[in-house]
């Protein structure tokens, strides 16, 4: 597997009506997309800081998982995106090679339109990780 770089912290927040305003008028950063995920109940807004992006996720469900991560642990760091530069689908198969638990089996859509999956916790020493394709790629 190659890791080109972090592609994105996601960050959980109640209201991103709410939290834009700290990241723009505090930290200076521009706030440069909206969108919403349907399947996976969330809308999520980027900005770039660097050639990292920070994705703030709003649940728009009460039972989506970003709803739930709140519930439980509050707001703040959900996950941490690698961008992946010889494809998702081949670093799955690899990690699951050496026994790494898988919560995609397979890669599927996120925010952005990139091919996403995630690698469960308890096989990343706590962390989510998500795996990304490379948008530059």
Known sequence: MN????????????SLDEAI????????LKCYSIEEVADQKVRTAFFKVGQTKLEL?????????????IEKRGEGIHHLAFAIEDGVANALAEVEAKGVRLIDKAPRKGAEGLNIAFLHPKSTCSVLTELCEDPNK
Do not use: C, Q
């Open 57 to 69: 996720l709003e649940p728009t469900s009460e039972d989506s998982t970003i709803a739930k991560f």
């Open 3 to 14: 890791i080109s770089h972090i592609e994105h912290l996601g960050i959980a927040v109640k």
């Open 21 to 28: 305003p700290y990241y723009e008028n505090i930290l200076g």
